[in-house]
């Protein structure tokens, strides 16, 4: 007879345990138990049934009760939730949902993947309201679409700017709703920083979003939502978009232990304090790859390690737990984002000692009809050159820039790693040097202190205090738009123009994207200039960062017109 297996929870983590399980012990008896309707659903892709990019409803369950029984032998009973664990006697208290009734199965080992629970902030008044929703599972985003419906909606609010608010936000407004998005932070997205996010804020602004930032809201009535400010936002319907909270109450009451950050602690094998009794997926600290520090990491393929490995343990198998990067990435209408690792202000955040390489490359060669260019942005250390993290924004393939980035990092390596990188390259695929490529160069570069530069983010001081800025791109790019207070000194013509470039005080040089000003910028030091200094991303970037803040804070232009690449 094999092990009697039971597993709290059948999303991603609990249901990743059973089939691992199965394909590990033919013999063992898996039963999962799940309050919900459903197990083996897609919670990544709830909001795309709300645009109907996923059909039906039933498409976002990838795997029934009776499919589990079929294919892989295991009971997934839904409806049902474990109540309480006995660890002494090896047992679970099961209620069914429906009747109330209440049974006890044994176990020899118990996986808790419980996942979390949709935080509802308790100062907004109303927060319970009919008309108020959260995005946890199918059940949801079916009641939400139904009201929706229902009620005739036309305007729709968002709390929250994270990966499910915009994906929520996005997918609303492709079925046709007007949408507010409200974030108390100063950004949306906590995992790009500010040159990059500024770009993301631009283009929900374009896609008619209404971004309210820095804002919290106070109270949510049948047809308004009212902030702190004083100010009121038409919504029909809200959702509620502000992370969760790990569903731990059972193992608590059980004896589990908790860590620092309110999720239950697991050793190397996902072990908890409990003999027998295994953690896996949103509910657990892992460590952090970089800081070896406990976190919380609510994402999929993390869940489903978690699961393989724990399992791997129970049956003898050697298991390795490195940590986990956060590798993960999200589409917002044409552009799409790719982030692992730390932002440049959270790793100074951290106290390290920081440098940052931002390149615009294109994604295939740029004659290519459909090329399009990529924002890059690689975090690293001053010292070392270890990398730290890494940003990537544009329309193409950018997961495919930042899954490199992610691979090196787990190696512990270096930007000079990143440069030396032998990757594919066909006109239609890539450039001849990829963007990694020129992102590892780049930081090289910096990291040997064989040149400066400045981020975009400082250019509008440096306006203000009357530095001398250059720009270096051709007449005509120049007359068609520029940094208000720059001269023109065009690459085709620096050289006969010396005489206009001054050695006695910091020069600042920039182009479009960055690459001509370099030129530029090596040029001359390499004939004796030691105060000249290359703006990253320049004006391309330039326009990108400042855009969203001048017209929603009314602010004056530092460009005399705006020039958009994305």
Known sequence: MGKKIVIVGGVAGGASVAARAR???????????????????????????????????????????KRFKAQYNVDAVVNHEVVAIDAAARTVKVQNCQTGDLTTDHYDELFL????????????????????????????????????????????????????GIETAENLTRAGYRVTLIEQRAQVLPTLDDELVQIIHKHLRDHHVKLLLGQQVT??????????????????????????????????????????????????QYRTNLPHVYAVGDAIEVPDALTRQARQLGLAWPAQMEARRAVDHVYGRPTRNRGFYGAQCLPVFELNVATVGYTEAASRAQGWSVKSALVISEDKVGLMPDAHPIYLKVV???????????????????????????????????????????????????TTKNAVNFAGLVATN?????????????????????????????????????????????????????????????????????????????????????????????????????????????????????????
């Open 380 to 430: 690293f250390d001053a010292l070392t050159g270890e990398i730290f993290g890494a940003q990537a924004v544009g329309k193409g393939d950018v997961d495919k820039q930042v899954d490199i980035v992610a691979t090196v990092m787990q190696q512990h390596g270096t930007v000079e790693d990143l440069g030396d990188l032998e990757l594919c390259y066909q006109p239609e695929f890539s």
């Open 446 to 566: 910096l990291l040997n202190g064989e040149y400066r530069q400045v981020p975009v983010t400082a250019v509008r001081d440096l306006v203000a205090q009357g530095a001398d800025i250059i720009d270096v791109r051709e007449p005509g790019e120049y007359a068609r738009g520029h940094v208000v207070t720059a001269r023109n000194i065009p690459l085709s013509q620096f050289r006969q123009r010396l005489g206009e470039i001054a050695h006695d005080h910091p020069v600042y040089l920039h182009c479009a994207s960055g690459k001509r000003s370099y030129n530029v910028t090596r040029a001359l030091k390499n004939l004796g200039y030691a105060n000249v200094v290359n703006v990253s991303g320049s004006f391309n970037a330039l326009c990108e960062y400042e855009y969203f803040r001048d017209v929603t804070e009314q602010r004056k232009p530092i460009v005399t017109a705006y020039s958009f690449n994305l």
């Open 219 to 268: 109270e949510i009535s049948k047809s308004e939502m009212t902030l702190a400010t004083g100010e009121t936002v038409p919504a029909t319907a809200v959702v509620v978009a502000a992370g969760g909270t790990p569903a731990v109450q059972v193992a608590v009451e059980a004896g589990v232990t908790l860590g620092a950050t309110g999720a239950i602690q697991v050793d190397q």
């Open 23 to 65: 394909r590990l012990d033919e013999q063992a008896q898996i039963t999962i138990y799940e309050k919900g309707p459903d197990v083996g659903f897609s919670n990544c892709s709830l909001p795309y049934y709300l645009s109907r990019t996923v059909a039906s409803a039933q498409k976002l369950v990838m795997m029934t009760p």
């Open 113 to 164: 993947a419980p996942g979390t629970v949709a935080n509802r902030p308790r100062q907004i008044a109303g927060i319970n309201g009919d008309q108020v929703f959260t995005m946890r599972n199918v059940t949801d985003v079916v009641a939400l679409d139904d009201y929706l419906h229902d009620h005739h909606a036309t305007h729709v609010a968002v709390i929250g700017g994270g990966f499910i």
